[in-house]
């Protein structure tokens, strides 16, 4: 398995199966220096990072097949029954509400990001749960 990239250059995933909202997200993740990957659904996240490792993953809360929290919990039971340090996971949501926000984090994602992300916010995401890499 490959291991996190320890360069400023921090490896992301983002989840997304809207095309264009996923290819936004990888020319905005690009521009601030990261090394983004994307996926269109949450079935292959989870195959993915059976043999790829990234520094955090952004997950769309509305997926076909497994939606964003699904995704978290099975990203979750995995890395606890493997040992592994928890991956950063945020939500990408187009509804700000509280039961939304809520079922995120009950998911075990880490924060919420309400579409669309802004450059500045994903900026900050980054370098809060990336430690500046």
């Known amino acids: 398995m490959n291991e996190p990239n320890a360069s400023r250059h ?9 095309a264009f909202n996923r290819q936004v997200m990888l020319s905005l993740l690009q521009a601030l220096g990261a090394q983004a ?13 059976l043999t790829e490792r990234f520094d955090m993953a952004f997950l769309d809360f509305n997926m076909p097949e497994l939606n964003g929290p699904q995704t978290a919990r099975a990203l979750r039971s ?5 040992g592994t340090t928890p991956m950063p996971l945020v939500a990408l949501t187009g ?3 509280p039961d939304v926000e809520d079922e995120c984090l009950q ?8 579409k669309p992300a802004s450059i500045h916010d994903l900026r900050e995401v980054l370098a809060r749960w990336t430690g500046g890499r």
């Open 107 to 114: 998911a075990g994602m880490n924060e919420v990001l309400v």
């Open 10 to 18: 921090p490896r992301v995933l983002v989840v997304e199966d809207n």
């Open 37 to 49: 990957h994307a996926v269109a659904d949450g079935l292959e996240a989870l195959e993915l990072t």
């Open 78 to 82: 995995r890395e606890a029954e493997a």
């Open 95 to 97: 509804d700000s509400g």
